[in-house]
T-cell receptor, first 116, second 112 residues
């Protein structure tokens, strides 16, 4: 069975500063990897996904993530955060057909706080 | 194109009551899943389905039943609600192949 670890429960970043959210996964084969964002009281929005190919993937809202097989990591980055980026961020891993065939395993989330 | 529709958005139940959370998708997706979200726990998989008539258990299936009689609908049933089932429930769907899951807006359920 797969698992996901997001080591940071809370992260505080100043507006305009760079951001990196960490995600480590455990899975025996090449996984499907995702980052989702959730604003308070809202549903989940897909930021980006890794299925195969180029290990650096670009997403929406200026986010990118890099798949590092040797480190079992899929860290999310953004060069300059905006106040509107304050939200909960979830990393997720799937095993079959993009994760849809047997569901996704989520990390516990990282709460991002933006300081003015 | 409505995507994944969950009803109701909010519900309050008493312990022991039964209820069905509805999930419908209009994208002709084969795969559907139910998750629950609790503070500090992320989302956990309850049940999932790979097509009409086929369902399977996820990480936290106890206390929940599902069925999939059509491609479009995947209802989640609580037969005898317990306070531990107070949570936000999300339904998701995706098509075959390498496609990400689309999530509904969630149902916030409180059990007193």
């Amino acid at each position: 069975a797969q698992s996901v670890t997001q080591p940071d429960i809370h992260i505080t970043v100043s507006e305009g500063a760079s951001l990196e959210l960490r995600c480590n996964y455990s899975y025996g084969a090449t996984p499907y990897l995702f980052w989702y964002v959730q604003s308070p009281g809202q549903g989940l929005q897909l930021l980006l996904k890794y299925f195969s190919g180029d290990t650096l993937v670009q997403g929406i809202k200026g986010f990118e993530a890099e798949f590092k097989r040797s480190q079992s990591s899929f860290n999310l980055r953004k060069p300059s955060v905006h106040w509107s980026d304050a939200a909960e961020y979830f990393c997720a891993v799937g095993a079959r057909s993009g994760g849809g065939a047997d569901g996704l395993t989520f990390g516990k989330g990282t709460h991002l706080i933006i300081q003015p | 194109n409505a995507g994944v529709t969950q009803t109701p958005k909010f519900q309050v139940l008493k312990t022991g009551q039964s209820m069905t959370l509805q999930c419908a998708q209009d994208m002709n997706h084969e795969y559907m899943s139910w998750y629950r979200q609790d503070p500090g726990m992320g989302l956990r998989l309850i049940h999932y389905s790979v097509g009409a008539g086929i369902t399977d258990q996820g990480e936290v299936p106890n206390g929940y039943n599902v069925s999939r009689s059509t491609t479009e609908d995947f209802p989640l049933r609580l037969l005898s609600a317990a306070p531990s089932q107070t949570s936000v429930y999300f339904c998701a769907s995706s098509g075959q192949g390498d496609q990400p899951q689309h999530f509904g807006d969630g149902t916030r359920l409180s059990i007193l």
